[in-house]
Antibody, heavy 118, light 106 residues
Framework: EVKLQQSGDELVRPGASVKISCKAS????????MYWVKQSPGQGLEWIGT????????SYNQKFKGKATLTADKSSNTAYMELSRLTSEDSAVYYC???????????WGQGVMVTVSS | DTVLTQSPALAVSPGERVTISCRAS??????MHWYQQKPGQQPTLLIY???NLESGVPARFSGSGSGTDFTLTIDPVEADDTATYYC?????????FGSGTKLEIK
């Protein structure tokens, strides 16, 4: 069974950074790209970026360049997303989702709620 | 960016047929996909590449369209289909989602 287990919800201060994890199981981690998606009440669902763990290649939505950094640890089958210089606009639920070659998201993590507040 | 336009909400009775539309601001070929999201849950894939039913999804769900106009059909609708439905395109960079159609079952 494919499963994407994300880390817990986060409360962070403005200006700080946060790193979210997504541990994959039930499939060969390096065979699939991993997407990250933001869901906020005002903006709906937004694609942040993609990482291909096999070759450590990333691509980003221009809107999130400089905000999000995607990495992957092949030894632990875990993908990470770090968000930097957080503001209230970054308060949202963040999902990881597996790419099915066909460029759609066939499995999703349960989501991490990030709240930016002082 | 490619804008995907969906109607905000629909209300139907159980047993009826419902169509949810998604219009793209430019062609996305057939790289259009549909997701269902129930309150407090992550989205789940229903239809991929415009018309292909994801494994395990009931055959009551179907998709059609190409280019700029796409449709998700549920026939017949059941009470459990209460959810928000999103379209998503992967033809143009960046990938984009529609704003979602909230389906209410009367």
């Amino acid at each position: 069974e494919v499963k994407l287990q994300q880390s817990g919800d986060e409360l962070v201060r403005p200006g700080a950074s946060v790193k979210i994890s997504c541990k994959a199981s039930g499939y060969t981690f390096t065979n699939y790209a991993m997407y990250w998606v933001k869901q906020s009440p005002g903006q709906g669902l937004e694609w942040i970026g993609t990482i291909i763990p096999l070759i450590d290649t990333t691509s980003y939505n221009q809107k999130f360049k400089g905000k999000a950094t995607l990495t992957a640890d092949k030894s632990s089958n875990t993908a990470y997303m770090e968000l930097s210089r957080l503001t209230s606009e970054d308060s949202a639920v963040y999902y990881c989702a597996r790419d099915n070659p066909g460029l759609y998201f066939d499995y999703w993590g349960q989501g991490v709620m990030v709240t930016v507040s002082s | 960016d490619t804008v995907l336009t969906q109607s905000p909400a629909l209300a139907v009775s159980p047993g009826e047929r419902v169509t949810i539309s998604c219009r793209a601001s430019e062609s996305v070929s057939t790289l259009m996909h549909w997701y269902q999201q129930k309150p407090g849950q992550q989205p789940t894939l229903l239809i991929y590449l415009a018309s292909n039913l994801e494994s395990g999804v009931p055959a009551r769900f179907s998709g059609s369209g190409s280019g700029t106009d796409f449709t998700l059909t549920i026939d017949p609708v059941e009470a459990d289909d209460t959810a928000t439905y999103y379209c998503q395109q992967s033809w143009n960079d960046p990938f984009t989602f529609g704003s979602g159609t909230k389906l209410e079952i009367k």
